[in-house]
């Protein structure tokens, strides 16, 4: 079942943060996060395995709630570069292989 | 080391016509996938795989066929390509989520049914 993403259009400035939350109504063996650009492919950003751990490089992290079977990825002080739509990806209760995307965040930096 | 290779990059087809797309990887990677991606919209799983011999259907499998002969290749094949099918499809491999491995995706094939 496809996870829902919210909100799915975000807009900043420069320096300004942003959370963009993913929810399942099963439970998660993984989250995947992605970005992706106007006419390229998606770039993995990170994975989350079920532990309800947090992860993070640079000045983008992500955590995960396993028993609300939620991920949220922030993104702080954003840089033009984070331009781009991000994609939350879920795995079943085991890792399957089955890999099921959201519908996509929007996110655009302004100067 | 070439990643994910996906072959044509474009593709236009006649209604009712069958065609393969190629998929590629040299990473050693045991799972890969085949989404499409239409405008605006998301990425919709349409077969995976987690090693040769292996494949199952994803979200929307109807009208595509898929078979693992080997682990590097994941051919996609379009039975008989309705207009329903014009879209970007996206070929991905990992070593899977056990090992904290993301996939890494091809650069698409941008196929149009006329």
């Known amino acids: 079942q496809q996870p829902v993403q919210s909100p799915q259009a975000v807009i900043l400035r420069e320096g300004e943060d942003a959370v963009i939350n993913c929810s399942s109504s099963k439970a998660l063996y993984s989250v995947h996060w992605y970005r992706q650009k106007h006419g390229e492919a998606p770039i993995f950003l990170m994975i989350?395995?079920?532990?309800?751990e947090q992860k993070g490089h640079d000045k983008i992290s992500a955590s995960f709630n396993e028993k609300k079977q939620q991920s949220s990825l922030y993104l702080t002080a954003s840089q033009l570069s984070y331009s781009g739509t991000y994609f939350c990806?879920?795995?079943?209760?085991?890792?399957?292989?089955?890999?099921?995307f959201g519908q996509g965040t929007t996110l655009q930096v302004k100067p | 080391n070439a990643g994910v290779t996906q072959t044509p990059k474009f593709q236009v087809l006649k209604t009712g016509q069958s065609m393969t797309l190629q998929c590629a990887q040299d990473?050693?990677?045991?799972?890969m996938s085949w989404y499409r991606q239409d405008p605006g919209m998301g990425l919709r799983l349409i077969h995976y795989?987690?090693?040769?011999?292996?494949?199952d259907q994803g979200e929307v499998p109807n009208g595509y066929n898929v078979s693992r002969s080997t682990t590097e290749d994941f051919p996609l094949r379009l039975l008989s390509a309705a207009p329903s099918q014009t879209s970007v499809y996206f070929c991905a491999s990992s070593y899977g989520a056990s090992f904290s491995y993301g996939y890494t995706f091809g650069s698409g094939t941008r196929l149009t049914v006329v």
């Open positions: 990806g879920t795995e079943g209760s085991s890792n399957t292989g089955k890999l099921i």
């Open positions: 795989s987690v090693g040769a011999g292996i494949t």
């Open positions: 989350l395995l079920k532990g309800g």
């Open positions: 990473m050693n990677h045991e799972y």
